[in-house]
């Protein structure tokens, strides 16, 4: 069970539906990272919202897809890290994603970002997944 790989299916599967928007369980990272897609143009808007439920409030994430031509943003991902296996690279092994078309996201000791800001601040860390 894997929060960050149920977040891209979610997402993968609103593009292919053509859907609107995705709805996604709330946690920090998750949040950090919606953003990270939102500011590379991956995903159009991030909204937090709060539900009430029978067994209490329940955050989630409202995000809203983008789409070029038609077609989704979102061309394709690839989950790096899994529960089960961890890959962990330094600041100069970072390497450009779909030769600079795409981009990967990355745990630093500076937060979850992207893989060119983590090169520019020279931080190694462990690759959570690539789009493009």
Do not use: C
Not at 85 to 99: D, F, G, Q, W
């Amino acid at each position: 069970m894997d929060p960050i790989a149920d977040m891209l299916v979610r997402i993968k599967n609103a593009q292919l539906v053509n859907a609107e928007q995705v709805l996604v369980p709330f946690s920090r990272a998750k949040f950090q990272i919606a953003n990270i897609l939102r500011t590379a143009g991956y995903v159009a808007s991030v909204e937090r919202h709060t539900r009430k439920g029978r067994t209490g409030e329940h955050e989630y994430l409202e995000l809203g897809l983008s789409y070029r031509d038609g077609r989704g943003a979102i061309d394709g991902m690839k989950l790096v890290s899994r529960p089960s296996r961890h890959l962990y690279v330094k600041a100069r092994e970072i390497k450009p994603v779909r030769s600079g078309h795409g981009l990967a996201v990355i745990s630093t000791p500076g937060g979850i970002m992207n893989s060119r800001e983590a090169r520019k601040q020279n931080l190694g860390g462990e690759i959570l997944f690539e789009v493009w």
